[in-house]
């Protein structure tokens, strides 16, 4: 929806096990951000990028790794140092101009 | 405690009756504020958005109010529909240098009554 795909929708995991979440964009934005969502909790900034081949940890990047060769994409790969890692993931994007966010569908990761 | 975080605050009202979600934020130098609508197994999906030096907008049957003097902002919903059941997040924008970042509350669950 709104221009940004995450995939997969839904993905299982065994322990020790890295696994990288997808999400693209159309929209021609800038600025990428990753978020881990918790039950009943607020999103948590994981990573963000503002321009390719840029990234900053945000608040939670324990864990955590991402890359951004092209302005499309930026995957992010939940790797077996994160502890726990079974949350939804949402990808969104920013024009940088009034800070507004746009809101991939998220990608749910449940470890085994 | 982890406990108390997996019970979001619940607003719980009759079909057709206003709807009123509130949101203290934490930043006094913030100056832009969002509210997002979250379905279940979705991504938030924006509502509306204040800048701070605004107390009142308003869009299609929702108002934000912003006030200042205690950081606090409120979402108005008129007449509120079983389709306005969900999660709802308000936002505050943190300047910081060359990047800005979007500061999220923990959320409110709107539950609609028909």
């Known amino acids: 929806d709104g221009g940004i795909t995450q995939s997969p929708k839904y993905l299982f995991r065994k322990e020790g096990q890295n696994v990288t979440l997808s999400c693209e964009q159309n929209?021609?934005?800038?600025?990428m951000y990753w978020y881990r969502q918790d039950p009943g909790q607020g999103l948590r900034l994981i990573y963000y990028?503002?321009?390719?081949?840029?990234?900053q940890k945000g608040d939670i990047a324990e864990g955590y790794s991402v890359s951004r060769e092209k302005k499309e994409s930026f995957p992010l790969t939940v790797t077996s140092a994160q502890k726990n890692p079974t949350a939804f993931y949402l990808c969104?994007?920013?024009?940088?101009?009034?800070?507004?966010?746009?809101f991939g569908e998220g990608s749910r990761l449940t470890v085994l | 405690g982890e406990s108390v975080g997996l019970h979001l605050p619940t607003l719980s009202v009759q079909e057709g009756d206003n709807s009123i979600i509130n949101c203290a934020y934490s930043?006094?130098?913030?100056?832009?504020f969002i509210w997002y609508k979250q379905e279940s197994g979705k991504g938030p999906q924006f509502i509306i958005d204040?800048?701070?030096?605004?107390d009142k907008r308003q869009g299609q049957r929702v108002t934000v109010l912003l006030n200042k003097t205690v950081k606090h902002l409120s979402l108005q919903i008129a007449a509120t529909q079983p389709g306005d059941s969900a999660v709802y997040f308000c936002?505050?924008?943190?300047?910081?240098?060359?990047?800005?970042?979007?500061?999220f509350g923990t959320g409110t669950l709107l539950a609609v009554q028909p």
């Open positions: 969104a994007t920013s024009s940088g101009g009034t800070g507004e966010l746009f």
């Open positions: 929209l021609n934005h800038d600025a």
């Open positions: 990028s503002q321009i390719v081949n840029d990234f």
């Open positions: 930043n006094s130098a913030s100056d832009y």
């Open positions: 204040i800048r701070s030096n605004m």
């Open positions: 936002a505050e924008l943190l300047y910081g240098g060359a990047t800005n970042k979007l500061i």
